[in-house]
């Protein structure tokens, strides 16, 4: 449903709306790993443009929901060097 709905408009989503997507549904502790893997590859490419925020709030979410995330968790180490 809502998740369903999140994956149409990804691509449309600037750094803060990934971030805040991947945040509540972590928050909320959906089930949504096709979802979360949407958020991955978005966030890959639009990393440049994430705050400090931005970032920490990511990183949360994919731990706090589990989600093996290597590729964007080590994208986030190098944008933090």
Do not use: E, H, Y
Not at 25 to 49: W, Y
Not at 50 to 76: E, G, H, K, R, Y
């Amino acid at each position: 449903a809502i998740a369903d709905a999140a994956l149409t408009k990804l691509d449309g989503f600037n750094p803060q709306d990934i971030a805040n997507t991947a945040w509540a549904f972590a928050t909320a502790s959906v089930d949504a790993t096709i979802l979360f893997n949407a958020i991955a590859d978005a966030a890959l490419t639009k990393l440049d443009g994430f705050n400090p925020q931005d970032i920490a709030n990511t990183a949360w979410a994919f731990a706090t929901a589990s989600v093996d995330a290597t590729i964007l968790f080590n994208a986030i180490a190098d944008a933090a060097l």
